[in-house]
């Protein structure tokens, strides 16, 4: 009689045991999709939002620097603190795995390449693209900026083929692009009297930046 009982209460506890790991489990499983779907809630909104900051970034850029329509039309020069800002932002959200966007980015480098050489005969510190050097707030950053645009149009340079007659374009104005910033020669701005005693240390900007591409495995002979 005490032996049935014993197997009875040991059978009781054995079920409660059960239900109560069996509820731990679900329980588990439970926190566990929670947990999952915020964290697929919270990486939807964060694609979301920077496809629409890409959005907005790529939309001021294409303000400013339009799609050329008259190749030969004379460019209108800007503030070049503004292209700079635009500039910056757009170099900054180019990725390199973004495939589908590649052709659009290329075309508006190209673009940004075009303006900055005319902004060079500029004589104003407000509208050449030197002038933003000159601000000791952006003067760093804009030397970093210089550098990755120069970087993008090497890397531009070696996927074209000299061959094509479109592509022959391209590379005349990246190459005139990397020349134009690896030597002043161009910057009419430094031809102002009140500025000529810059120009030693632009030099030697020229030459930080040089180095920094040869560094990278560029210009080697």
């Known amino acids: 009689m005490f032996g049935r009982t014993e197997t009875k209460k040991d059978s009781f506890l ?122 000791k707030e952006h003067s760093l950053a804009w030397i970093r900026h210089i550098k990755k645009l120069l970087y993008r149009c090497c890397t531009a340079v070696e996927r074209l083929r000299p061959e094509s007659h479109t592509d022959s374009i391209s590379l005349a104005l990246y190459l005139h692009t990397l020349v134009a910033f690896t030597s002043t020669s161009s910057w009419v701005l430094l031809r102002n009297k009140s500025l000529v005693g810059l120009k030693a240390g632009m030099l030697q900007l020229c030459s930080n930046i040089m180095g920094e591409l040869v560094q990278k495995g560029f210009y080697l002979t």
């Open 14 to 135: 054995e079920q409660t045991k059960a239900a109560r790991e069996e509820r731990e489990r679900e329980r588990a499983q439970e926190e566990q999709r929670d947990r999952s779907i915020v964290l697929m809630q919270k990486t939807v909104r964060g694609w979301l939002a920077r496809t629409k900051f890409q959005r907005m970034i790529l939309n001021d850029f294409d303000t400013l620097l339009p799609p050329v329509t008259k190749p030969s039309k004379d460019i209108e020069l800007k503030s070049a603190l503004h292209i700079y800002q635009a500039a910056s932002h757009f170099l900054l959200q180019w990725k390199d795995r973004d495939s589908s966007d590649c052709s659009a980015n290329q075309d508006r480098l190209e673009r940004l390449c075009r303006y900055l050489i005319a902004s060079l005969e500029s004589d104003s510190p407000k509208t050449s693209y030197i002038g933003v050097a000159l601000n």
